[in-house]
């Protein structure tokens, strides 16, 4: 899976499909679905608890200027910019599991979220360059 760190972190999941699961149990069975499904486990970010908020990083204050800005504008421009960092927020502090795979066609965005239904994650988004494409109910 996706190491937390400095060098694989992103200020904004363009190109990846991202979830809430219910627990951390849930989610590595959701991973380890989508590595059956032949998505790179390296590229597969789990991000659960006070270590997943921390890299996900909602408020912006923990990898430097550019998410910074990054956060400012997703808090400014409300709508689902705002939304996202709210759910990652909320979710992960109540328990749940956020796990973000990158998608670079339709064909594997939809396999993505059909593993992510299977397992009633919530919040099924995926994050294109200029838009974002609610994938829950597909």
């Known amino acids: 899976m996706l190491a937390h760190t400095k060098e694989n972190f992103y200020a904004y999941?363009?190109?990846?499909?991202?979830?809430?699961?219910?627990?951390?149990?849930?989610?590595?069975?959701?991973?380890?679905?989508l590595i059956?499904?032949?998505?790179?486990?390296?590229?597969?970010?789990?991000?659960?608890?006070?270590?997943?908020?921390?890299?996900l990083d909602p408020v912006g204050d923990k990898h430097g200027l550019w998410t910074k800005v990054v956060r400012k504008w997703q808090h400014?421009?409300?709508?689902?910019?705002?939304?996202?960092?709210?759910?990652?927020?909320?979710n992960l502090k109540e328990g749940h599991a956020i796990v973000s795979v990158p998608t670079l066609n339709k064909?594997?965005?939809?396999?993505?979220?059909?593993?992510?239904?299977?397992?009633?994650?919530?919040?099924i988004r995926y994050y294109g360059r200029l838009y974002v494409e609610h994938l829950d109910g597909v």
Not at 13 to 33: F, G, L, Q, W
């Open 107 to 123: 064909v594997a965005r939809e396999k993505v979220a059909k593993i992510f239904r299977a397992h009633n994650a919530k919040s």
């Open 13 to 33: 999941p363009t190109h990846r499909v991202v979830a809430a699961i219910d627990t951390k149990n849930e989610a590595d069975e959701v991973v380890s679905e």
């Open 36 to 55: 059956d499904a032949g998505f790179d486990d390296s590229q597969i970010d789990e991000s659960v608890g006070d270590d997943g908020l921390a890299f």
């Open 76 to 90: 400014l421009a409300q709508g689902e910019e705002h939304e996202y960092l709210e759910r990652v927020e909320k």
